[in-house]
C-alpha cells in the first residue's frame, strides 16, 4: 500500500533578511581629502613652473635692462666704442680664451687622475683621492684667487721672464713680460685647478660604471690592463667625457673672482700669454666695474651680462645633449688594422677576427702599459699639488689671526693692524639662513613635484631646467636679482643683505632639487603602494610616508647647496656690498659676508700689506673650514641614508 505525500511551500511576501554589512579596512575618502589632494597637487605644479618661469625671468629682466647699452650710439658707452658689439667682444674674447687655456691644461689631467682612481690606484688610495678631489671642489673661489695671486703668481714671474727671453719670437711668449705674474696664463691655471675636481668626479664616475664584463673577458683574451682600458673602457665613456669637458668650459666661463684678483686686465685682443696687458673676462670685469657705476656703464655691463648667460647656456645644453646622445662604442672596421698593429691582435687559425694577443709583442706591450701606469700616477700626483699647496698656505697663513679679536671685532675704525672679521661671519649666517628659507621648500616642492606627480615627459622638461640652472654663472645671478629689486624699488644704488639671499636662493633651488630628486627615487615603491592601498590620500602619503623617509638624504642635499652658496663672493659684491660695520638688518643696507671680507683686505692694502693679508687668509681659513664641515656632513648623512635603506 503506498502513499503519495505532497509537500506544498506557500510563497511569501517578508522582505529577505539582510545580511550585515562588512567592515570596510579602508577610511572613505572624504570630499575635503580630494580638495586637499588637489590643493596639494597643485602647489606642487606651481613651485615647478616656478622654476621655469624664474630662469625666463632672468633672461629677461637682463634683455630689458642691457637694451639701452645694446642700442646705445658711438661714444655713450664706456671706453668711447662706436657699439656694444665693439665693447663686449674684447671681453667675450678674453674669456673664451682663458677658458680655452684652462682646458688644454686640465682635461689630460682629470682624465688621468679619473682613470687613476677608478682602475690603478689601491682601494684606499683612490678613496682618499676621491675625498681630495671633493674637498677641492669645496673650496669658495676667492680662496682660489687669493692662493693665485700670493703665491702662484710670484713664483711663476721667473719661469715667464725665461720663457720670453728664449722663445719670445713665438707670438704666444712675446714680452714685456710682466713682473708680477698676473698674467692671462696665471689666470688660466688657477681656472684649471678650479675646474679639475668637477671634471675628474664626471670622469671616474662614466669610467666606474662602464660594463665590468667587457673589461674582464678583455683582460682574460690577454690584454693588459692600459689594452683593457683604451679598448674598453675609453671608447664607451666618449660622450660622456666630451660633456665633462663642455660642463668645464661652462664653469671656467662663468668664474669671475679668481680671475679678477689674479688677472691684471685691460681693455685689449690679444693672444699673449705673459704680459702685463692682459684681455679681460666677462665675469671679472662686471665684479671690478659694477660697484662704481652709473648710468649707461651700468646698462653696458648688464648687456655683457647677458651675453655671458647666453654663451653658458649654449654650452651646458651643447653638454646635456651630448651626455643623453647614444655611444654605442663600437670597435670600427677602418680602424681594425691600427689597433691591431698598436695592441698585438691577430686572427685566430679560423680566420675570425678575435682578440688573441700575439706572443711576439709581449715586451712592447708590457712597455706600454707600464708607461701609461706612470703616466697615470704622475697625473694624479700632479693635480695633487695644488690641492696640498693651497690647504698648508692657508692653514699656515690663516693661524696669523685665528684669535679671539679676530671672532669677536668687526673693523669699525681699524686702518692698520687689528680688527676683526665677526660682521662678516655675522653677515654670512643672516643671509645664508634666508637663502635657505627661501630655497628650500622651493626646491624639495619641485622634486615632490617631479618624482611624484609630473609625467615622463613634465619630469624631463623640467630637470631640464634644472640642468640649466645649475650651469648659471653666480655673476649673473647678482645681476638679475639687482635688475630685480631695482625695478622693484626704483632703486639703482639699493644694497641689502636680503638681495643678496634672494641671489644666492637662485644658485640654491636647483642644487637642492637635483639632490632631492635623486633621494626621492631611492623611497621603496612598497611604501607609497602600501599606503595608498590602505585608502591613505595622495597628499598624506607624499607628507608622513615619502618625506619622513628621505629625510636624511633631503637634509644631505640641502647642507650640500648650502656649502655650495656660503663661498659665493660675486653676487654679494653686487647686491649686498661691504662694510666695515656690524649690521643686523638683513633689509636695510650693506652687510659683509665672508668671501666679501677676504676679497676687500685683499684689495684695500695700505702701505703695509701684512695685516691686511692676514686677515684676507684668516678669513680664507674660516670660510673654508665651514664649507668642508658642510660637505662633510652632507656626505655622511647621504651615505647613512643610502645604508638605512
Known amino acids: 500500500m503506498g502513499s503519495n505525500l505532497a509537500v506544498v511551500v506557500e510563497p511569501t511576501h517578508t522582505a529577505p533578511e539582510r545580511s550585515a554589512p562588512i567592515a570596510s579596512p579602508l577610511p572613505p575618502r572624504t570630499l575635503r581629502d580630494r580638495r586637499v589632494d588637489r590643493a596639494f597637487a597643485g602647489g606642487m605644479t606651481a613651485s615647478g613652473i616656478v622654476v621655469a618661469v624664474v630662469l625666463a625671468a632672468i633672461a629677461a629682466f637682463l634683455v630689458w635692462q642691457a637694451w639701452p647699452a645694446i642700442v646705445a ?23 673664451v680664451w682663458a677658458a680655452a687655456l684652462a682646458l688644454l691644461m686640465v682635461t689630460p689631467i682629470a682624465i688621468a687622475v679619473a682613470l687613476f682612481c677608478s682602475h690603478y690606484a689601491p682601494k684606499r688610495l683612490a678613496s682618499v683621492a676621491g675625498f681630495g678631489i671633493d674637498l677641492l671642489a669645496a673650496v669658495p673661489s676667492v680662496v682660489f684667487g687669493l692662493w693665485g695671486v700670493t703665491v702662484l703668481a710670484p713664483r711663476v714671474a721667473p719661469v715667464y721672464a725665461w720663457l720670453t727671453e728664449h722663445l719670445g719670437w713665438i707670438p704666444l711668449f712675446k714680452g714685456p713680460v710682466s713682473g708680477t705674474g698676473r698674467t692671462i696664463l696665471t689666470a688660466a691655471i688657477v681656472l684649471a685647478v678650479m675646474v679639475l675636481p668637477i671634471m675628474t668626479a664626471m670622469c671616474r664616475e662614466l669610467f666606474l660604471t662602464t660594463p665590468v664584463l667587457n673589461q674582464e673577458a678583455a683582460l682574460a683574451l690577454g690584454a693588459t690592463r692600459w689594452e683593457m682600458v683604451r679598448l674598453s673602457v675609453l671608447p664607451a665613456a666618449r660622450n660622456g667625457i666630451i660633456s665633462a669637458v663642455l660642463l668645464g668650459l661652462a664653469r671656467a666661463l662663468g668664474e669671475t673672482m679668481a680671475v679678477a684678483m689674479v688677472l691684471s686686465p685691460a681693455f685689449v685682443v690679444d693672444v699673449a700669454l705673459l704680459t702685463s696687458q692682459n684681455p679681460s673676462t666677462i665675469a671679472s670685469n662686471i665684479a671690478l666695474q659694477f660697484p662704481e657705476a652709473t648710468g649707461v656703464s651700468v646698462n653696458a655691463l648688464l648687456a ?7 654663451v653658458t647656456l649654449v654650452v651646458n645644453l651643447a653638454a646635456r645633449l651630448v651626455l643623453s646622445s647614444p655611444n654605442p662604442g663600437r670597435y670600427r672596421e677602418r680602424r681594425t688594422s691600427q689597433r691591431r698593429a698598436l695592441a698585438g691582435l691577430s686572427k685566430d687559425q679560423s680566420g675570425h677576427q678575435g682578440f688573441t694577443f700575439e706572443l711576439r709583442s709581449a715586451r712592447a706591450r708590457a712597455f706600454r702599459s707600464g708607461l701609461a701606469r706612470v703616466a697615470l700616477t704622475g697625473g694624479f700626483f700632479t693635480a695633487a699639488l695644488p690641492l696640498v699647496s693651497i690647504l698648508t698656505v692657508t692653514v699656515v697663513r690663516g693661524m696669523n689671526r685665528f684669535d679671539l679679536d679676530f671672532f669677536s671685532q668687526s673693523m669699525r675704525g681699524v686702518t692698520g693692524p687689528g680688527g676683526g672679521g665677526i660682521h662678516a661671519i655675522v653677515g654670512t649666517l643672516e643671509i645664508t639662513g634666508a637663502a635657505i628659507i627661501l630655497s628650500v621648500p622651493l626646491g624639495i616642492a619641485v622634486a615632490v613635484f617631479v618624482s611624484e606627480y609630473a609625467g615622463a615627459r613634465m619630469s624631463l622638461l623640467v630637470m631640464r631646467v634644472i640642468d640649466v640652472m645649475l650651469g648659471i654663472p653666480s655673476i649673473v645671478a647678482g645681476l638679475f636679482a639687482f635688475t630685480l629689486f631695482s625695478l622693484l624699488l626704483s632703486d639703482t644704488g ?19 632639487t637635483k639632490a632631492s630628486v635623486e633621494f626621492l627615487a631611492l623611497v621603496p615603491t612598497d611604501l607609497r603602494e602600501g599606503a595608498l592601498a590602505l585608502g591613505v590620500p595622495k597628499w598624506r602619503t607624499v607628507l608622513t610616508v615619502v618625506l619622513p623617509t628621505a629625510f636624511g638624504g633631503l637634509i644631505a642635499g640641502v647642507v650640500l647647496a648650502v656649502a655650495r652658496v656660503i663661498g659665493e663672493t660675486a653676487p654679494l659684491l653686487l647686491v649686498a656690498g661691504f662694510t666695515a660695520s656690524m649690521n643686523y638688518n638683513l633689509f636695510s643696507e650693506r652687510m659683509m659676508s665672508l668671501p666679501v671680507y677676504v676679497y676687500t683686505q685683499y684689495a684695500t692694502q695700505g702701505p703695509d700689506p701684512t695685516p691686511f693679508l692676514d686677515r684676507a687668509w684668516t678669513g680664507a681659513l674660516t670660510l673654508m673650514l665651514i664649507v668642508v664641515a658642510l660637505n662633510l656632513s652632507a656626505r655622511m648623512l647621504g651615505r647613512f641614508f643610502v645604508r638605512m635603506r
Open 494 to 512: 639699493v644694497r641689502s643683505g636680503f638681495i643678496g639671499a634672494v641671489a644666492l636662493s637662485v644658485l640654491m633651488v636647483p642644487v637642492v
Open 73 to 95: 650710439e658711438a661714444g655713450e658707452l664706456p671706453h668711447g666704442v662706436e657699439s656694444f658689439l665693439h665693447y663686449v667682444w674684447p671681453l667675450l674674447f678674453g674669456s
Open 304 to 310: 655683457s651680462g647677458l651675453a655671458l648667460f647666453a
